[in-house]
C-alpha cells in the first residue's frame, strides 16, 4: 500500500505510537480484515488481517459515531459491524 488516499490520513499502519502528552490520550486499535473461528470449546479467535491505529485519541471526545466513521474509512460499509 504505498499510496494512502486521504481518508486514512488519521490511520498509523505501524511503527510505535507517540507518548502521550495529555493524560486523557489513547491509541485505539482496529483489527480488520481477518476472520473469526470457533474452537471445540464454544471460544472464539480471531486470525489474519490487519491492523490500523488511531492515536491520540481523546476520552471524553470519542463516540459511536466516531468509531463507525472509521470503520466506513476502513471499507465496511454495511452493519452490523463488531467492536
Known amino acids: ?7 486514512w ?3 498509523r499502519l ?13 491509541t485505539i486499535a482496529f ?6 473461528y470457533r474452537l471445540g470449546s464454544g471460544n472464539r479467535f480471531y486470525k489474519g ?3 490500523a491505529y488511531v492515536d491520540k485519541m481523546e476520552t471524553d471526545k470519542i463516540s ?3 468509531l463507525n466513521c ?7 460499509r454495511h452493519p452490523p ?3
Not at 500500500?1 to 481518508?7: A, C, D, F, T
Not at 505501524?14 to 489513547?26: C, I, K, L, M, Q
Not at 483489527?31 to 473469526?36: A, E, K
Open 1 to 7: 500500500m504505498s499510496e494512502i488516499s486521504n481518508k
Open 9 to 11: 490520513r488519521y490511520f
Open 14 to 26: 505501524d511503527g510505535e505510537p507517540p507518548t502521550p502528552h495529555e493524560p486523557n490520550w489513547f
Open 31 to 36: 483489527h480488520h480484515g481477518g476472520r473469526f
Open 49 to 51: 488481517g490487519e491492523v
Open 64 to 66: 459511536w459515531t466516531c
Open 70 to 76: 472509521f470503520a466506513e474509512d476502513l471499507g465496511y
Open 81 to 83: 459491524i463488531a467492536y
